[in-house]
């Protein structure tokens, strides 16, 4: 890798070992049958030219610090540096070109590692992890990869990237990646003792029908806590929300996109339905009934 050094031309960058690199890239992957868009998380090693690469619904905090205690987790180790730029979902950059690391992203690196932010404009920095990007996008998922869900393929992926490590050979040394990744390995601090769990609290009032909004998606809590202020526990893949008291009235899976229907519990949902059996037609769980209990209770009046 090159570095731009003003008229000069470019000189060689030196990276030590145990310095990664992470990005996201996109690439289209089948999940539960359904295609969608893969969010991968790229991780590198500049010194030995290693590349990890994990599967995640978004580009989110909660997603970047999971798929990296995937990597980590998978390969033995965190790497002491990471060199990012400001759209990992980590931080933000100020008009000063300050960063502001997100509350989870700082809450995961505090004591443990030193995460460097590039420079605007200038690419080179972390060209290593933009070239892998390219490189796993058409080695590993093409055509589509699929799995049952993206932690599944997840493990899928990272195990194909030791595979492809142990038979692709260093640009400068001629020997193989896998070996070379032993250097940057062995500098690797440990894991810590218990794993990180990436998590952001979101307090939220519910609307009248007991419901409440995260990141435009609406979660249903329940109607008898309408109007209250609730808890909400958001991880990469799940929503939980806690009432007034810390006690859970609800689990999620978390939404990405922007859906045009409330997630809900159909629990939640039935003492409603039990004190207004006339909103039956209207209700947003009749679809979910088996079709005979549907059609019975379509013909029943509110007595029955």
Not at 39 to 49: G, I
Not at 232 to 238: E, P, Q, V
Not at 245 to 257: K, L, S, T
Request: charged residues 25%; hydrophobic residues 40%; aromatic residues 8%.
């Amino acid at each position: 890798e090159a570095n731009r050094s003003g008229s000069d031309g470019y000189g060689e960058l030196v990276w030590a070992p145990g310095v990664a690199q992470i990005d996201f890239g996109v690439a289209k992957a089948r999940i539960a049958g359904e295609l969608v868009d893969d969010h991968c998380l790229v991780v590198t090693f500049p010194h030995s030219n290693m590349r990890y690469v994990t599967s995640l619904p978004g580009e989110n905090a909660e997603c970047l610090c999971h798929g990296l205690v995937e990597v980590f987790e998978h390969i033995g180790g965190v790497p002491p540096v990471i060199v990012m730029d400001n759209a990992t979902g980590a931080g933000r950059r100020n008009a000063r070109g300050e960063v502001t690391l997100t509350a989870v992203f700082d809450a995961f690196s505090r004591t443990r590692i030193d995460a460097r932010f590039c420079n605007p404009y200038s690419g080179w920095e972390k060209g290593a992890v933009e070239n892998a990007v390219g490189f796993l996008r058409r080695n590993l998922m093409v055509p589509p990869l699929e799995a049952e869900t993206h932690a599944q393929l997840g493990r899928i992926m990272l195990d194909r990237c030791d595979a492809l490590a142990a038979s692709s050979r260093h640009y400068r040394r001629g020997t193989a990646i896998g070996d070379v990744f032993g250097e940057d390995r062995a500098a690797l601090m440990p894991l810590p003792s218990t794993t990180f769990d990436p998590i952001r609290w979101e307090s939220r009032r519910a609307d009248k029908y007991g419901q409440i909004d995260i990141d435009s998606n609406r979660y249903l809590a329940g109607t008898a806590l309408h109007g209250r202020t609730l808890l909400a526990a958001i991880r990469w893949d799940s929503v939980q929300i806690t009432d007034p008291d810390r006690e859970i009235v609800a689990r999620y899976p978390r939404v990405y996109g922007r859906s045009q229907s409330t997630l809900q519990d159909p629990e939640l949902a039935m003492p409603v339905l039990a004190a207004k059996p006339g909103s039956w037609r209207e209700s947003s769980i009749r679809p979910d009934f088996p079709e005979d209990v549907r059609a019975w209770l379509d013909e029943a009046d509110s007595k029955r």
